[in-house]
């Protein structure tokens, strides 16, 4: 009877010790997955990003809305997607014509911006302007910032779009990155950025960017 109960209970300890190590497994598994599907998202923007840089035209544009979350073993079901947030970066954070700009791209998991998911990078000879917008304070742009923050599942209106402009004025290269949302807000979002922050600054409209009469 004492040997039939501790075979029994070695039964319950094998299935047990199986059953976390499978877990275990799983657990590190769907990270893998998560990482590699956000590496190839961001690999996506940065040759979006890249091809703009590198067109032969003064003036090229393109505009990036990202999805809601990504799918990741199908994606049919809540659990097989994950939601995050998506930063773009300029490092240094302060232009110096005399090296190189760094554009960054990171996604990170929305409960816990910390934690970093994947990262691209290209590196442009080019002033990198960013222009922020906060869906909570629609008419207000900011040109101060050194990098934006995506999040496609912000409540009020997906902040879930970008918009990447490139712009030679008298021989110097401008890279401009226009934080926007799908729902409505990036054709408005670029005419503040033309007649509020260039023209005014410059005193004249940008020829890639005009300020419509």
């Known amino acids: 009877m004492l040997g039939f109960t501790l075979s029994k209970l070695n039964l319950l300890i094998l299935v047990t010790a199986t059953f976390a190590m499978v877990a275990f497994f799983m657990i590190g598994i769907t990270d893998f997955?998560?990482?590699?599907?956000?590496q190839q998202t961001l690999d996506t923007y940065a040759e979006k990003a890249a091809n703009v840089i590198t067109s032969e035209s003064?003036?090229?544009?393109?505009?990036?809305?990202?999805?809601?979350h990504i799918s990741y073993f199908g994606g049919v079901s809540a659990a097989s997607r994950f939601f995050y947030l998506m930063f773009i970066a300029r490092l240094p954070a302060d232009y110096d014509p005399e090296y190189l700009t760094s554009?960054?791209?990171a996604i990170s998991d929305s409960t816990d911006p910390t934690k970093l998911r994947a990262a691209s990078r290209i590196d442009v000879n080019a002033e990198v302007i960013f222009y922020d917008?906060?869906?909570?304070?629609?008419?207000?742009?900011?040109?101060?910032?050194?990098?934006?923050?995506?999040?496609p599942q912000s409540a009020l209106m997906p902040k879930d779009?970008?918009?990447?402009i490139k712009e030679v004025l008298e021989g110097h290269t401008f890279l401009h990155i226009i934080a926007c949302s799908s729902g409505g807000t990036c054709p408005s979002n670029v005419q503040d950025v033309a007649c509020n922050?260039?023209?005014?600054?410059?005193?004249?409209?940008?020829?890639c960017l005009p300020c419509p009469e």
Do not use: Q
């Open 103 to 105: 554009v960054v791209f």
């Open 197 to 207: 922050k260039i023209k005014s600054v410059r005193g004249k409209e940008s020829a």
């Open 58 to 68: 003064l003036c090229f544009r393109t505009e990036v809305t990202i999805p809601k």
């Open 33 to 38: 997955v998560i990482s590699i599907s956000a």
């Open 161 to 164: 779009s970008f918009i990447i």
């Open 133 to 151: 917008w906060n869906p909570s304070e629609m008419n207000i742009i900011d040109d101060s910032v050194s990098s934006i923050k995506l999040d």
